[in-house]
DNA sequence: GCCGAAAATTTACACTGGAAACATGAGTGC
DNA sequence: GCACTCATGTTTCCAGTGTAAATTTTCGGC
């Protein structure tokens, strides 16, 4: 490949693949030093490369945090999906979407955090947007599963979805910003899907 | 030398007031600003102070947020008990307590991420936590009002609570992050209120 | 081989929060 | 009345941040 020159060589002028290269540091150090801690020379410095390359392809800290957001989602809409068994019922596929939901978050925080952070991402962005999407579409095809012919032609965001949406997301959340009440673990004492079951119509 | 505070005279070389005076300059700053453009040294000159005064009071940035989140989950609560009438019934205060919850977070969308952030705010500072507490009361004495006599005893967080908080919050965070459709006013389509409608066992 | 464009670099700038040394003055004990 | 104390603010300095502009290096097409 062009991206891998010879181990021993000086490195090259051109990185070749620094696009995705910063991405990749980008996501490795929100996990090592978490959100607040990040800076755009440290990422940069971590590919070996000067503070003011990812200008010539991100423009700017915001372009390069929404395209680490991006691909968060992408995971994230993989994780969703990871746990679900064709077999099950809808009931069942719900449970185990939201405890990927919840897993992902708890796994990344802070990743989750910035693809929430509409201040540090541009949600105007086609990628980001599609990313988001993605990730989405698995909670609402879920969402419709339960209440089969009930959303209206045309509409957007069923209340179930914005329901299902609101609980899970919530959850995961206060999870991570430590609100919840947690055992000897450290995990949460009530699980998402004890709350589901502690919600009648899902239980 | 004269001890009276003449408007017209030089500003006196202590403040008199300078802890609570930054508090309200951070939160005016927060609603003109926003979160992240928020910064020590804007908050000390809206004062009128140098950007090293507040350490004597604050320790630090951190100390700082740390006492406007808690003047923060002050108002909060005061928010959620607002529109409480006593003569309604468990569901219709939990409505609109739900509802305080929203606009509170939609009003003041800075300050709510701040209250949130546990990057940001030092939540072992012992006046943080019990204004948080305060604030969490409130929700929590509604979902024990919903199911009496189902909490364990010694049960800190209970599984109702921890499902209403979940949703509140999710909901209201992702409105302020612009996640949630909205319709030609700017408002989510679905209101929080109809979200619990939904929800057969509140409806 | 040459030349334009893409990709990185260097340099400079305004800004941030924090540390350290210093200045001020309000309050207290005598 | 007076001196001493010490909390409260100021000044100065420092490392670090993101961004802009001018410059250098390299790739790719002719």
Redesign the interface.
């Known amino acids: 490949m062009s991206a891998s020159p010879s181990p021993a060589g000086p490195r090259p002028y051109h990185h070749g693949n620094l696009k995705t290269a910063l991405v990749e540091a980008g996501l490795a150090l929100l996990e090592e030093r978490?959100?607040?801690d990040l800076s755009l020379r440290e990422i940069a410095a971590r590919v070996g490369v000067s503070h003011t390359a990812p200008k010539n392809h991100f423009g700017s800290l915001k372009g390069l945090l929404t395209a680490i957001a991006a691909e968060g989602f992408r995971r994230h809409a993989a994780a969703l999906e990871a746990g679900l068994k064709p077999a099950d019922g809808p009931v069942e596929r719900l449970h185990a979407a939201a405890e990927g939901y919840v897993r992902f978050a708890r796994a990344h925080p802070a990743l989750f955090r910035l693809m929430?952070?509409?201040?540090?991402c541009d949600?105007g962005d086609p990628d980001l947007t599609a990313a988001a999407s993605e990730s989405y579409g698995v909670l609402a095809r879920l969402a419709g599963r339960l209440e089969p012919g009930t959303a209206e032609p045309g509409e957007?965001?069923t209340?179930?979805e914005?329901?299902l949406?609101?609980?899970?997301?919530?959850?995961a959340?206060?999870a991570?910003?430590?609100?919840?009440?947690a055992g000897p673990d450290g995990a949460?004492?009530?699980g998402i899907a004890?709350?589901f079951r502690?919600?009648?119509?899902f239980a």
């Open positions: 978490g959100l607040g929430f952070s509409a201040d540090l949600f957007r965001q209340r179930m914005t329901l949406w609101s609980i899970v997301h919530g959850y959340t206060l991570n910003e430590g609100q919840l009440a949460p004492v009530h004890d709350l502690h919600w009648p119509r």
